[in-house]
């Protein structure tokens, strides 16, 4: 069992750039992948970025292929995602979950309690 913590949302300008971050507690962390999901207001929650447990398998959503990058360090216990060229429609609560490899939310069992992130234009 692991509980995700999110840090490193805020407000940025389009074309900017932030990092998310997340501390799982739990000595089980390496055993999941991981996941970020996002959550922008009047919208059902989205697959973002997942990353398998040894960090060696990326995936993610179309909309952010070559803006962002997902990385894990399982020393750590930390996932981090790495935002570039932010958009307005980047603009949402970012959450960090714990679970299957994959893009549906049910297969992640575990979630933090999110971050915000704001991109103005």
């Known amino acids: 069992q692991v509980q995700p913590v999110e840090s490193g949302g805020g407000l940025v300008q389009a074309g900017g750039s932030l990092r998310l971050s997340c501390a799982a507690s739990?000595?089980?962390?390496?055993?999941?992948?991981m996941g970020w999901f996002r959550q922008a207001p009047g919208k059902e929650r989205e697959f973002v970025a997942a990353?398998?447990?040894?960090?060696?398998?990326?995936y993610y959503q179309d909309s952010v292929k070559g803006r962002f990058t997902i990385s894990r360090d399982n020393a750590k216990n930390t996932v981090n995602l790495h935002m570039n060229s932010l958009k307005p429609e980047d603009t949402a609560v970012y959450y960090c979950?714990?679970?299957?490899?994959?893009?549906?939310?049910?297969?992640?069992?575990?979630w933090g309690q999110g971050t915000q992130v704001t991109v103005s234009s």
């Open positions: 739990g000595r089980t962390f390496s055993s999941y992948a």
């Open positions: 979950a714990a679970g299957a490899f994959g893009v549906t939310p049910n297969w992640y069992a575990y």
């Open positions: 990353i398998n447990w040894s960090g060696g398998n990326t």
